[in-house]
């Protein structure tokens, strides 16, 4: 079982940062892909960011594409989510993801991600 604790978010104003942690447990963090997913009120789950099992690939939604960064740390089992230029309708819940299948990374067509376990999500609500 793997257990994903996600910290960081909180209420931030327009145009404002925050980077969201989150922390996974296991020996086998390196080996799968990482991501972040958002759902606002009323709206589906999307996929916010990922990054690959090794390291070499990130990619975004085309809403976040250049004001947030995903990063991972492999010795710390934790990957991250900065968030700068925030807007409102950034506002959601955030969950970190680790991808089903150890050393597998999509594409934009696929999905990069298949997720296997979710953290229990943090709330970021963006005033303006």
């Known amino acids: 079982q793997v257990a994903l604790v996600e910290s960081g978010g909180g209420l931030v104003q327009a145009g404002g940062s925050l980077r969201l942690s989150c922390a996974a447990s296991?020996?086998?963090?390196?080996?799968?892909?990482m991501g972040w997913f958002r759902q606002a009120p009323g709206k589906e789950r999307e996929f916010v960011a990922a990054?690959?099992?090794?390291?070499?690939?990130?990619d975004y939604a085309d809403s976040v594409k250049g004001r947030f960064t995903i990063s991972r740390d492999n010795a710390k089992n934790t990957v991250y989510l900065q968030m700068n230029s925030l807007k409102p309708e950034d506002t959601a819940v955030y969950y970190c993801?680790?991808?089903?299948?150890?050393?597998?990374?999509?594409?934009?067509?696929?999905?990069?991600?298949?997720?296997?376990?979710w953290g229990q999500g943090t709330q970021v609500t963006v005033s303006s």
């Open positions: 993801a680790r991808d089903s299948t150890p050393f597998w990374y999509g594409t934009r067509r696929s999905g990069f991600m298949r997720p296997g376990y």
């Open positions: 296991g020996r086998t963090f390196r080996t799968y892909s």
């Open positions: 990054t690959s099992w090794n390291d070499d690939t990130t």
